[in-house]
Nanobody, 122 residues
Framework: VQLQASGGGLAQAGGSLRLSCAVS????????VAWFRQAPGEAREFVVH????????DYADSVKGRFTISRDNAKSTVYLQMNSLKPEDTAVYYC????????????????WGQGTQVTVSS
């Protein structure tokens, strides 16, 4: 499985960004995809997960109500719409994939994209 994350950039507090994660087409329909993030000097943390059909989603409390994950199966792409951004959302965002089910555990994800930087200014 290959993943390619994009869409990061600079936003002001209260603004929005949309991240994309393009997934290799052969496996997209059978995998769960999640976003994690890692702030400078911090451990990587779970942000959100989507089941293979988008029917089950799980959000970290810190982003619930502000971030939305979605999938476009025709494009084999997962999106992360980030609204009401806060400076504490500043991090490198990674998309990751696995086929064992819903999980917030980093070690369950065997396939990772390269990360995209999100910077939110106050």
């Amino acid at each position: 499985v290959q993943l390619q994350a994009s869409g990061g950039g600079l936003a002001q507090a209260g603004g929005s960004l949309r991240l994309s994660c393009a997934v290799s087409r052969r496996t997209f329909r059978s995998i769960s995809v999640a976003w994690f993030r890692q702030a400078p000097g911090e451990a990587r943390e779970f942000v959100v997960h989507s089941s293979w059909n988008g029917g089950v989603t799980d959000y970290a409390d810190s982003v619930k109500g502000r971030f939305t994950i979605s999938r476009d199966n025709a494009k084999s792409t997962v999106y992360l719409q980030m609204n009401s951004l806060k400076p504490e959302d500043t991090a490198v965002y990674y998309c990751a994939a696995q086929n064992i089910g819903n999980s917030r555990t980093e070690s369950d994800y065997l396939h990772w994209g390269q990360g995209t930087q999100v910077t939110v200014s106050s």
